[in-house]
């Protein structure tokens, strides 16, 4: 009895011991301590597609391992400043966004069941000079229906460089050109509509020759740098005092949630009030004061309040001017107008006739008329107008005297009977 206790400890032991390398012991398929029971990829490689900032990978495909599993692939694409992104095709080739002016690393390995293989590690490097590609690229959403992307050329190239700006997103099959361009020296600036969001979206800057660097800059829906959404200035504010109490109404820029509202109103001091989804409010004002309002609107990041801004604040809004102040040029005006009214009223009325003579003929009246023509009728009966008497020769003398200063008196010669020529 005395030599089964140590024998029987002595088992316990080895069991624990067993146990504890079982323990220890690599799992097949883990991160570390795998065990490499598949033949290593061979043949990666990969071609650029400079327009759409995409990199396509492919290599040798490997067969099945021994008719028990299925095999796919594990791939790893490391960019800097961003966790890599993952995928796991089951086909020997994967389409990866990358931003091609910046280095990358790749690498792919197979998998089988629980069966890991090796990694296999590819590097991209950007092509063409440093610093000649575009510089400073920022582009911004305008009102989540157009994208602006503004760049300077890059300080190694030479200043005769021009550039062209290419865009993809999910839903299109290749790139697209940008055409919209503006130059401003050395400050180049496109534009296109993009009215929806994509999970993904590529800009790709190239230049006029092969030894200019592509620049591409690459976002991801819901991710930090997505592009800044910078909304339109309200528009149409309108504004009406009741009390004391100003309503102000305006026009949002766009007809969606979570757009948040500042309304600024100058006066001894400036004051701003937020509102959110709220484009008719009311603020309390003082009397007998001049006050100045405008709006501006930016996206919030919540749906329910303010306090955390996404984007960019918008342009403000024209300038709406409410002055309520009693001063005396206005209450003058007040006194004035009423008295200038019925002062001319009173002229009107007292020169109604003149002016009613001047703009209408005046017409004679008939029975003043018809009295006067009876009056001369009888003067004419009492006095009839004398004729002159034709029997008196001496009336006729003038007439006879002037007719025979205008005649030629004619020759008389004697008349013979008889005598012929």
């Not at 910046?102 to 390995?109: D, G, I, L, Q, Y």
């Not at 300077?152 to 099959?173: C, F, H, I, K, V």
Request: hydrophobic share 35%; glycine share 6%.
């Amino acid at each position: 009895m005395g030599t089964l206790l140590p024998l029987v400890a002595l088992l316990l032991l080895l069991l624990l011991l067993r146990l504890s390398l079982s323990l220890r012991a690599p799992v097949a398929g883990g991160d570390s301590g795998e065990q490499l029971v598949l033949p290593r990829l061979t043949g990666l490689q990969y071609n650029v597609s400079e327009g759409s900032c995409h990199v396509n990978f492919w290599w040798t495909p490997l067969q099945r391992v021994n008719g028990s599993c299925k095999v796919y692939y594990h791939t790893e694409l490391w960019e800097s400043g961003r966790s890599p992104d993952v995928g796991y095709p089951n086909e020997p080739f994967i389409k990866q966004l990358v931003v091609l002016n910046e280095k990358a690393n790749f690498s792919v390995r197979p998998i089988c069941d629980k069966k890991v293989g090796e990694r296999v590690n590819i590097t991209l490097s950007p092509t063409g000079a440093a610093g000649t590609g575009a510089a400073n690229l920022r582009c911004i959403w305008h009102n989540q229906q157009r994208i602006t992307c503004s760049w300077q050329r890059g300080q190694n190239a030479d200043p005769g460089t021009s550039y062209s700006m290419y865009y993809w997103y999910e839903d299109l099959d290749r790139e697209r050109p940008c055409t919209d361009y503006t130059t401003d020296g050395d400050v180049f600036q496109c534009s296109f509509e993009f009215s929806h969001y994509s999970f993904k979206l590529a800009i790709s800057i190239q230049g006029s020759s092969q030894d200019i660097q592509p620049v591409c800059k690459i976002v991801r829906k819901g991710v930090k740098n997505y592009f800044p959404v910078k909304l339109d200035a309200p528009s149409r504010v309108n504004i009406s005092k009741s009390g004391n109490e100003v309503h102000l109404i305006w026009t949002p820029p766009i007809q969606s949630r979570g757009v948040c509202y500042e309304v600024e109103m100058n006066n001894t001091e400036t004051k701003t009030y937020s509102y959110l989804d709220n484009f008719n409010v009311s603020i309390p004002v003082k009397s007998d004061e001049r006050h100045t309002f405008r709006v501006r609107a930016i996206l919030g990041r919540t749906a329910t309040r303010c306090e955390q801004m996404e984007g960019l604040w918008s342009d403000w809004s024209e300038h709406k001017v409410l002055d309520v102040r009693d001063n005396p040029f206005r209450i003058l005006l007040l006194v004035l107008i009423p008295f200038c009214v019925a002062t001319l009223m009173i002229v009107l009325l007292i020169y109604q006739k003149r002016i009613k003579r001047l703009i209408y003929p005046n017409i004679p009246d008939f029975n003043k008329v018809k009295a006067i023509l009876e009056e001369q009728s009888k003067e004419l009966e009492k006095h009839p107008p004398e004729k002159p008497s034709i029997e008196d020769p001496t009336d006729l003398l003038p007439i006879l005297e002037m007719s025979m200063e205008g005649t030629k008196t004619p020759e008389c010669r004697p008349t013979v009977w008889g005598a012929t020529d």
